[in-house]
């Protein structure tokens, strides 16, 4: 279907929508929009509030011709450039866009990337396709983390760190072994954190991919009760994040921007028990989030800002608020299931140290439990 790939939705949707068995999601409408240059009408049609930001308009190539293209085995320095766009353009739509409908489109591209590696091409040509290829397979693996598809999600991530040791891209090898240091954090294994960000740090120099490698092991040592380490990696990480610019497009999701550095600093910071700092961080998370429309742009840092703020308050003894505040962490449109359900238990495990027998422990802990069940951990 042209318009699927256009819009870079599954076909199955783009069927499922035409033939009336199902209402489309913010999402899909906006992709769909973004297609067909609609200007918003079909946006519009859709009940808002779920809707993620704009994607860019610009596009060098429309998505049919492209793959037109690559069936075509055509694998000259325009269609390998349009690759690359795509990817980018995938990795950009990570905060908004249903994952199922992410992974999906990702995988697709990921295919007609490797039927071209399959064929013979220069040796140029073939390092490219495997630079595309990766930077989809970690976009691809970390959809997969969130979806709770844990094991599939640790085969993709060694399948974009050996496309990196293959076409020597140090960059997207340190952005694999910062997926392995966030699985290892999310499953309580943080020894296994640290040693994975000696790993990344090790296959690049001085890069964003090393500051959020950075912001991992800050975390890490904050569950661990290491408060020195914690300052120390935050301290080292900024300075590095310091001397980058701004980037042009932060919603990618293998950047890093200052605004991304206060939901790291938030997370260390609560772990380690200091609230003044961790409360100011997740204020601004929650303030560098919204738009100015009143939409979130970063949905999932957003709900552990909230998780954050209903710690501090557990801590100032202040359980209603806590319940209540924590509570809206779990409304998010876009969820990375791991993350979210780490971060909500250790705030139960806060409630129930201030309040075992009580209305708020109890309410929180069903409300976890029921996002639990909706994973496939």
Request: include cysteine.
């Amino acid at each position: 279907m042209v318009l699927a790939a256009r819009a870079y939705v599954a076909k199955s949707t783009i069927s499922d929508l035409e033939n009336a068995r199902k209402e489309p999601t913010p999402d899909t409408a906006k992709a769909v929009d973004r297609a067909l240059s609609a200007g918003g009408e079909l946006t519009g049609m859709v009940t808002a509030g779920a809707a993620g930001p704009t994607p860019p308009a610009h596009q060098l190539w429309e998505a049919s011709e492209l793959l037109a293209r690559v069936r075509a085995s055509d694998v000259s320095a325009a269609t390998v450039e349009a690759l690359h766009l795509t990817a980018y353009d995938l990795c950009r739509d990570y905060s908004w866009r249903d994952a199922a409908e992410l992974r999906a489109d990702g995988l697709h591209w990921l295919r007609e990337v490797e039927r071209l590696l399959r064929r013979p091409v220069g040796l140029r040509q073939h390092k490219e396709l495997l630079t595309v290829a990766g930077w989809l397979a970690l976009l691809v693996g970390c959809v997969e983390y969130d979806l709770g598809m844990r094991p599939t999600a640790e085969s993709t991530r060694v399948a974009a760190l050996r496309l990196a040791e293959e076409g020597g891209n140090g960059e997207i090898a340190a952005w694999a072994w910062e997926m392995s240091a966030w699985f290892a954090l999310t499953q309580g294994r943080y020894p296994d954190v640290l040693a994975a960000v000696e790993s990344g740090r090790a296959r690049v120099g001085e890069h964003t991919a090393v500051v959020q490698l950075l912001g991992q092991e800050a975390k890490a040592r904050g569950r661990m009760g290491d408060l020195p380490g914690v300052r120390y990696a935050l301290e080292r990480g900024r300075q590095l994040l310091d001397r980058f610019p701004r980037p042009v497009h932060p919603e990618h999701h293998f950047v890093v921007d200052p605004d991304k550095w206060d939901f790291y600093a938030m997370d260390a910071y609560r772990l380690a028990g200091d609230d003044e700092p961790a409360q100011h961080h997740a204020e601004e998370v929650l303030r560098l989030g919204t738009a100015s429309n009143g939409t979130e742009r970063a949905p999932m840092r957003m709900a552990e800002a909230r998780l954050t703020l209903g710690a501090v308050a557990a801590r100032a003894g202040e359980l209603e608020q806590a319940v209540d505040v924590g509570l809206t962490a779990f409304h998010a449109t876009r969820r990375s299931l791991p993350s979210l359900l780490m971060v909500a238990r250790e705030v139960a495990a806060e409630l129930r140290r201030r309040d075992p027998p009580g209305r708020p422990w109890n309410e929180f802990r069903e409300a976890v439990r029921s996002v639990a069940a909706g994973s496939a951990e």
